[in-house]
């Protein structure tokens, strides 16, 4: 067979073509940052980009870990959009926009409660404010270590009595919303470290969360229980996810025996059964 010219180029245009559907993608075409969570009102989203980018959510600078790692999160009144800004190292900044789904919130009312469950008396605004501002400085500690790599497991067993984003009407007055899950159970049942941790908080007697700890399990990420019955650890302890921390009660201010969960990325409230599956049904008491 005689090759002309055309047969030629034919051949090299046909080589040239395979040559490219083959080639991997440069980093000019390599995806900048990537997302994984539930990029919805309390949803907490891993993000993932180059070692030593810089990020900013909606202008503000987010902790990324050295292999490129990040946390974001969007509280009960996130706007429907969010502005992500990832930076690499020696190239120009590309800008995400993020769609967070709103949320529809449950409406909770609570009549013939006592006045001072309602209004706190006077005499212990002092106290309320110094408890608070001790909790909000722990909920921005910036620890170096993702503990949180466990991943989350619900701390109690039992049944929900609350969910996040719930507004609750206290005899008739419209209050903050809720911003935890509420797990009720008979007092004394243990609670466990729902993630790996450290512990900041470990109080008996808080004003309105009564038994309080808070753990601190990196990069901002933060889980606090209240209302509990025993507290079982102190401030610095490590604890591992299953670890037993204390026990369910109904100390501050409560209406019933229940652990109060909430989990916080900095000063923004997340919804912690975002983090978990559906919780586990309770094994049957042992016949006599």
Do not use: C
Not at 118 to 141: C, D, M, S, Y
Not at 214 to 237: E, F, Q, R, T
Not at 280 to 287: D, E, I, T, Y
């Amino acid at each position: 067979m005689k090759w002309t010219k055309r047969d030629f180029l034919i051949l090299l245009a046909l080589m040239l073509a395979l040559a490219l559907l083959g080639k991997p993608k440069g980093a000019a075409s390599a995806e900048i940052v990537t997302l994984d969570g539930r990029m919805v009102q309390g949803g907490l989203v891993t993000g993932r980009t180059a070692p030593g980018a810089k990020v900013t959510l909606d202008g503000k600078p987010v902790r990324v870990r050295a292999d490129g790692r990040f946390l974001i999160g969007f509280g009960r009144e996130a706007a429907p959009t969010a502005r992500l800004v990832v930076t690499v190292p020696g190239g120009k900044a590309t800008e995400k926009v993020i769609a967070v789904a709103k949320r529809e919130w449950n409406i909770q009312r609570i009549d013939g409660l006592p006045p001072k469950m309602v209004t706190p008396p006077p005499e212990v605004l002092a106290r309320i404010k110094a408890e608070n501002e001790k909790i909000r400085k722990a909920r921005l500690a910036d620890t170096d270590r993702a503990m949180f790599d466990t991943g989350f497991v619900w701390p109690v067993i039992g049944r929900i009595s609350g969910v996040y984003g719930s507004q609750r009407i206290l005899n008739g007055e419209p209050r903050r919303p809720h911003f935890g899950v509420d797990v009720a159970a008979p007092v004394g049942t243990p609670v466990v470290a729902t993630a790996d941790g450290i512990i900041r908080i470990a109080e008996h007697d808080l004003y309105f969360t009564g038994g309080t700890i808070l753990i601190d399990h990196g990069y901002g990420l933060n889980s606090v229980y209240s209302h509990l019955h025993s507290v079982d650890v102190k401030p610095g302890d490590a604890v591992k996810q299953g670890q037993k921390v204390g026990t369910l009660g109904g100390t501050g201010r409560v209406t019933g025996p229940h652990l109060d969960w909430r989990v916080n990325l900095f000063l923004t409230r997340l919804d912690p059964a975002l983090l978990v599956g559906p919780m586990p049904k309770l094994s049957p008491a042992p016949a006599d």
